[in-house]
């Protein structure tokens, strides 16, 4: 994707980190306001991400911001549902089929995120790609603006935001720089490969066009097919039992993966799986989320376990909303930034209350260390 023209030096809004949440603010600000806006991402790809599952309430929500034919009309792979052994070894599946809105997406998140991007390059934004924050300062007009220092592949340049809003994922980077702190719930993280399927191994998968979800003793697994018939096979586990079993090296994987049956006779075959790959996965909140002329979106401000399933949906609900707090803000009207505070601390709560429920469904790996903890024995803290 190319990178738009330079921006002036006084921009309205900087943006940092062009996924979901980010384009989806950047989108926001530039359909429904007059602000100029600079969305920035350190990546060559906006967001490079390895495929999710995004149902169809999500749909409304990309309608909002006028790029629904970003899922409908991109060639994403539609998704049945959802199955899930959970808290007994056979498979209660969802069907979206049946719900209101009709069928879910498999996405290539590249695609979608680029997608995403452009639309917002297109609306008149700004998009900078291969650029990194190198530094922050108060501005010297009375604190109206910032001064930052980008650095990119053009070299340096300043810019004069008059807001800032992170949108670049868990690390939360910027939003650290201006004083907020990340507070991590747990140790999850994800160990993901991905195959290339046969349209012999398709045709006999059990679970077609469906994302399964299957709990083991060292934690659960997420299996989804991907557009190009591939499938994405993730193991969710905490971080330091990951490195006690050797986890994140192929042998030890593959021999956790047969104590998943529905999930290994599905990748069985698969041509060979890439070599294991990390991903953060762990629950996050950070305090505060804004400030005077700043404020998080996205894993950013909240993050959690995917099998909340909060994931794009929320991330672009979490950029929208920050766009509307953050253009109030602009115009004097702290009341939305207060609400917007609030509605992430709720969440939050909500969400805690809501996964040790889901937790507590699984009883039948007793011994396991991973469910003894969510059984209330202490998670490890990630490292914040």
């Known amino acids: ?12 809004v900087l943006i940092v980190g062009a996924g979901p949440a980010g384009a989806a603010a950047a ?3 530039t359909r429904y306001t007059g602000l100029s806006v600079l969305l920035v991402d350190r990546s060559g790809e906006p967001g490079l991400a390895l495929g999710e599952l995004v149902t169809p309430g999500v749909l409304p929500l990309l309608d909002f911001i006028g790029v629904a034919e970003a899922l409908t009309g991109d060639g994403h792979d539609p998704a049945q549902g959802v199955a899930a052994a959970w808290g007994t070894a056979d498979p209660m599946p969802r069907d979206f089929l049946f ?3 009709g069928m ?29 924050v190198a530094a922050i300062d108060p501005g010297d007009d009375g604190g109206r603006r910032w001064r930052v220092r980008l650095s990119g592949a053009g ?17 939360a980077t910027v939003a650290r720089r201006l004083g907020a702190r990340r507070m991590a719930g ?4 994800g160990i993901a490969a991905i195959g290339r399927r046969t349209d012999a191994a398709a045709a006999a998968d059990g679970f077609p066009a469906t994302t399964l979800i ?10 989804a097919p991907l557009p190009g018939r591939r499938l994405v096979v993730t193991l969710l586990t905490d971080a330091d039992l990951a490195r006690a079993g050797g986890l994140h090296h192929a042998d030890a994987w593959h021999r956790a993966l047969l104590s998943a049956p529905l999930t290994a006779a599905r990748a069985g075959p698969c041509d060979p799986l890439t070599r294991p790959m990390l991903r953060a996965a762990h629950s996050q909140e950070l305090a505060p989320v804004g400030g005077p002329g700043w404020l998080a979106a996205g894993d950013a401000a909240a993050a959690f376990d995917p099998i909340s399933g909060l994931g794009i949906g929320h991330a672009i609900a979490s950029g929208l909303h920050a766009a509307r707090a953050g253009e109030a803000s602009l115009r004097g009207d702290g009341s939305p930034m207060r609400q917007y505070a609030r509605g992430v601390a ?8 809501s996964l040790a429920a889901t937790y507590a469904g699984v009883t039948r790996f007793p011994d396991a260390p991973f469910w003894r903890r969510r059984a209330g024995h202490g998670i490890p803290d990630a490292a914040a």
């Open 1 to 12: 994707m190319p990178d738009s023209e330079g921006a002036g030096p006084d921009v309205d």
């Open 186 to 189: 747990d140790g999850l993280i």
């Open 155 to 171: 070299g340096a340049r300043m810019v004069c935001p008059r807001l800032i809003v992170d949108a670049g994922g868990r690390a």
């Open 27 to 29: 989108l926001a600000f």
């Open 99 to 101: 719900g209101a809105r």
């Open 346 to 353: 709720d969440n939050a709560a909500q969400y805690r209350t």
């Open 214 to 223: 299957e709990a083991s003793p060292e934690g659960w697994w997420y299996s």
């Open 104 to 132: 879910g997406w498999h996405l290539d998140r590249t695609r979608f995120n680029r997608r995403l991007a452009l639309d917002a390059q297109r609306r008149g934004a700004t998009v900078a790609l291969r650029t990194r």
